[in-house]
T-cell receptor, first 111, second 114 residues
């Protein structure tokens, strides 16, 4: 599986936007970029995913670089409930393929 | 999104005993289920992949005779930790794969072996 690199931790203030970066310079043409997050003592939850174009959903936006070697997860207005570990994961679109987790970014949100 | 449940949510057992953890997909049929283990302050580590009706595929370093996985139906997979020891204490998380990209995670089971 192609490797991703994320900062270990980031801090944000409540109500402010948060940009979580992810580098994946060895991404292959068929790899999708997935983002999951894990709140303390819970299982991970899906945030967003994309292939080439920027994506938006009710939780976040995903901005993908033109060369696809990096991406940024954008939380438009951070809340205290967004404090979690955010994982950027590359995976093909084949059913039955596991998600392989890296270390992720621990996001702290202050009021 | 789809719901995946795990039972029990936490369990304490004595060293040498076996513990079974259930993972159920409540509102969809999961052709593939995955089992992960997570130690404190670490990331999730994939233990095995199971497909309904066939033997599980274990990751390197995971003892298949110690961690027995059964995927008897499209909505149920079980993980049995046999002859548990304190070093098996961990947070065990299952996930269920849908037909395409989606993967839904259970809430996890915290196992403590005394």
């Amino acid at each position: 599986d192609a490797k991703t690199t994320q900062p270990n931790s980031m801090e944000s203030n409540e109500e402010e936007p948060v940009h979580l970066p992810c580098n994946h310079s060895t991404i292959s043409g068929t790899d999708y970029i997935h983002w999951y997050r894990q709140l303390p003592s819970q299982g991970p939850e899906y945030v967003i995913h994309g292939l080439t174009s920027n994506v938006n959903n009710r939780m976040a936006s995903l901005a993908i670089a033109e060369d696809r070697k990096s991406s940024t997860l954008i939380l438009h207005r951070a809340t205290l409930r967004d404090a979690a570990v955010y994982y950027c994961i590359l995976r093909g679109n084949q059913a039955g393929t596991a998600l392989i987790f890296g270390k992720g970014t621990t996001l702290s949100v202050s009021s | 999104g789809a719901v995946v449940s795990q039972h029990p949510s936490w369990v304490i057992c004595k060293s040498g005993t076996s513990v079974k953890i259930e993972c159920r997909s409540l509102d969809f049929q999961a052709t593939t289920m995955f089992w992960y283990r997570q130690f404190p302050k670490q990331s999730l580590m994939l233990m095995a992949t199971s497909n309904e009706g066939s033997k599980a595929t274990y990751e390197q370093g995971v003892e298949k005779d110690k961690f027995l996985i059964n995927h008897a139906s499209l909505t149920l997979s079980t993980l049995t930790v046999t002859s548990a020891h304190p070093e098996d204490s961990s947070f065990y998380i299952c996930s269920a794969g849908g037909q395409r990209y989606e993967q839904y995670f259970g809430p996890g089971t915290r196992l403590t072996v005394t």
